[in-house]
């Protein structure tokens, strides 16, 4: 014998009766009109619908506290799976900092991750991105204006010092992460630090801004160390001392001895209280071949991750006399004090 209760009041527009759940469970419900209905026209249970409702939320819940719980203490950094990421999803990440990482252990999916804070869009920026090694499992992307994708890091081996983006005043700061696809199950680590910083001469090619990889090996000409001198992080008068190469890390360490720091804009190189002589080691791509030589140069570059690369190393005559004629025809980009 069925048992009714009655309608806790009109519903979908129609008035009646209806069976409690536990009996609409015994396959047959009624409806107004209709008499017993099969269980396959069965509405849901105002029980089962909450109990659903919860049971979403509880997922979603541990979703979040799970890609918040990636975050670093600062909220600089971060590091998470993609085993525990939804097949064919982009998870969107979030890091204000000016300074941190990521690191993505067996990366599947996607990653869409803005960089710096919400009001730092209004200016020029350039990113730099330094992969660990060995970098697996995935490629990083710059995302563009009109929303193209400039790739960044891949698989396998990189070049030295990582790579360079700049960004324009209104185009977001995001990177797009990508998984390689695989066909075992090995350990896999997507791991890079990243450094973002306001541009401080925009007018400038990106060639003065340390961005050329492609041209990191070639000489300077006179109008590109006339620049460099005046926007590197990092201008100094002195003398090779020896050149060391690293294979694993594909980069040549120079150690340059310092008679003058003609301009640094972070604090790489400590001249000494009695203001003599100090050792400085700048880094350039292994690829370059640099090997020791005689006399003196000025060596200018960029600070990346706390490292000094370099940029332009003319012999010091060589640049005085370009810097001289530029300034006898009042073409000089800016003052630099060579006495």
């Not at 960089?115 to 060995?134: E, K, N």
């Not at 000409?221 to 090779?240: P, R, Y």
């Amino acid at each position: 014998m069925l048992r009714y209760w009655p309608s806790a009041g009109p519903a979908s527009g129609s008035s009646g009766t209806r069976l409690g759940c536990a009996a609409k469970r015994r396959g047959w419900w009624a409806a107004p009109g209709r008499g017993l209905c099969p269980r396959r026209f069965l509405p849901p249970c105002p029980g089962a619908m909450q109990a659903t409702a919860l049971l979403c939320a509880f997922c979603c819940g541990l979703l979040a506290a799970a890609a918040s719980a990636g975050y670093s203490e600062d909220r600089c950094s971060w590091r998470g799976s993609g085993l525990t990421q939804e097949p064919g999803s982009v998870g969107q990440l979030a890091l204000a900092c000016t300074e941190g990482g990521i690191e993505w252990l067996y990366p599947a999916g996607a990653l869409r991750l803005t960089l710096g804070g919400p009001d730092s869009g209004a200016r020029p920026r350039i990113a730099c991105l330094r992969p660990a090694r060995p970098f697996a499992g995935a490629q990083v992307f710059a995302e563009r204006a009109g929303g193209s994708l400039e790739l960044l890091l891949a698989e396998g081996p990189g070049p030295s010092g990582g790579r360079c983006v700049r960004w324009g005043p209104r185009e977001g700061r995001a990177l797009f992460l990508q998984a390689t696809p695989h066909r075992d199950i090995s350990r896999r680590v997507a791991s890079f630090r990243f450094e973002l910083r306001e541009e401080g001469h925009p007018e400038l090619p990106p060639q003065a801004h340390g961005l050329g990889t492609d041209g990191a090996c070639r000489p300077c000409s006179d109008a590109e160390f006339l620049l460099a001198s005046c926007t590197s992080d990092f201008v100094i008068h002195g003398t090779i001392y020896g050149v060391a190469h690293n294979t694993e890390l594909q980069e040549s360490i120079i150690t340059v001895t310092a008679a003058r720091v003609l301009r640094q804009t972070l604090p790489l190189f400590q001249v000494g209280a009695s203001g003599g002589q100090v050792q400085a080691s700048i880094r350039t791509p292994l690829r370059c071949g640099v090997r020791p030589g005689p006399g003196t140069f000025l060596f200018m570059g960029w600070s990346r991750f706390g490292e000094a690369w370099l940029g332009c190393a003319p012999r010091f005559q060589e640049f005085s006399r370009a810097y001289a004629a530029a300034h006898a025809d009042h073409l000089h980009p800016c003052e630099v004090a060579l006495e």
